[in-house]
């Protein structure tokens, strides 16, 4: 069964010790999990707004922490929607200062449970950037009322899928499988649930209601607005023709540890291999197969269109496969339920009419895009990921 949340108290732990998270326990006997989309609030402010960027003072604040030389150079890098990062140069190296911002991950218990299992992949030899001690032992250091950490910088580069070589996308398969096994063996043990939920059709259709009125309501009336009209009337047609698909309970591959956002902008690539994977706050359980399907529809995605490089997506999952991470019906049932929750995934639409927030606006098209074709190559696309 799943431990109960008792974290490590140094970062030192041998790497055999199982890593709990706060937040996952182990669920009720015969109970499925609920595993719809995550809904997002429409009270809630945008991520960003929540923490301003962090002042020069308070940088150093945290770097004597770490005890580190002062810094000649404090760069922000691309800010993602969980923390704020710096690149910071000094005379002894340079380094990667995380600020932690979303309050969903930003608990020092969180991040400190992200740390031991981050840490203990670093020492099975997997490429996973190690979070550095502070001068009393923690990898954790509270300043300005916020959570920082520091890890060494890793020199990369991002590379889209379609940039890679077929041996390369088996190979990306074949770690992503790799991660999913040593997380089994430094995390908590998993005790599997009967079932996992999957959305609800006829909720989705309500709200496909409510955003095309705040849609056609929105003035100024812009492309962007013209665009989801057109996409969600097509989602209504889209759901209403095919909600007797509606995945079961218990129809859910195995659930497992995961990394929990597995794309390219997470991947620094160096030398035709990947050096790094990045930004482990979304660590935590679920289907571990659905992490394959659900990361190879971002990483080999056409960005305008959203169409899959299936040729690719096919290397990459027989290099999952290969590894012993999941067989071919496990990976046929992933496929099925991810297809399901993009169909009822609403999340971008519900970021820029409910709550104001058009960062993920310029994702939208492609998205959108690859659900409609998703939809008329349903076939090919499981084929890719099974055969």
């Known amino acids: 069964m799943l431990l109960a949340p008792v974290f490590l108290p140094r970062p030192s732990a041998p790497a055999d010790n199982h890593v709990p998270l706060p937040g996952h326990r182990a669920p009720a006997p015969g109970r499925p999990i609920a595993q719809a989309p995550a809904r997002p609030d429409p009270a809630a402010p945008p991520v960003g707004t929540l923490s301003p960027p962090v002042a020069h003072t308070a940088v150093a604040r945290v770097l004597r922490e770490f005890r580190t030389a002062p810094a000649l150079r404090v760069r922000p890098v691309a800010e993602g929607l969980l923390n704020r990062g710096y690149r910071v140069t000094t005379e002894a190296g340079t380094y990667f200062l995380k600020c932690y911002v979303d309050q969903a991950t930003a ?3 969180a991040i400190t449970a992200q740390h031991h299992a981050s840490l203990a992949l670093h020492r099975a030899g997997l490429p996973v950037a190690p979070p550095l001690a502070a001068q009393d032992g923690r990898t954790v250091v509270a300043c300005g009322g916020r959570y920082f950490a520091l890890f060494p910088w890793v020199a990369g580069v991002h590379r889209h899928g379609t940039e890679l070589d077929q041996q390369q996308c088996g190979d990306l ?3 992503l499988g790799r991660l999913h096994g040593a997380l089994a063996k430094v995390c908590a043990p998993v005790r599997q649930p009967p079932g996992r939920l999957s959305a609800d059709p006829a909720e989705t259709a309500l709200l496909v209601a409510q955003l095309l009125r705040l849609a056609r309501r929105a003035a100024p009336h812009g492309p962007f607005d013209v665009l989801a009209e057109q996409r969600l009337l097509e989602r209504a047609e889209l759901l209403a023709a095919r909600r007797h698909l509606r995945p079961s309970p218990a129809a859910a591959p195995p659930t ?8 390219g902008l997470n991947l620094l690539h160096r030398g035709g291999r990947v050096v790094a994977v990045l930004d482990w706050d979304k660590l935590g359980l679920h289907p571990t197969a659905e992490e394959a399907v659900r990361s190879a529809t971002l990483i080999f995605n056409d960005p305008v269109t959203g169409v899959l490089d299936l040729c690719r997506v096919r290397h990459y999952a027989r290099g999952y496969r290969d590894s012993g991470a999941a067989g071919a019906r496990e990976m046929a049932a992933a496929v099925h339920r991810v297809w399901w929750e993009r169909l009822n995934d609403l999340w971008m639409l519900q970021w820029h ?5 058009h960062r993920a606006d ?7 895009g690859q659900l409609a074709w998703w939809c008329q190559e349903y076939e090919q696309v499981l084929d890719a990921f099974t055969n």
């Open 353 to 357: 009419y409910q709550r104001g927030d």
């Open 173 to 175: 398969g074949a770690l």
């Open 256 to 263: 497992g540890w995961t990394h929990g956002d597995f794309h």
């Open 362 to 368: 310029p994702l939208f098209p492609g998205s959108a």
């Open 107 to 109: 608990t020092r218990p």
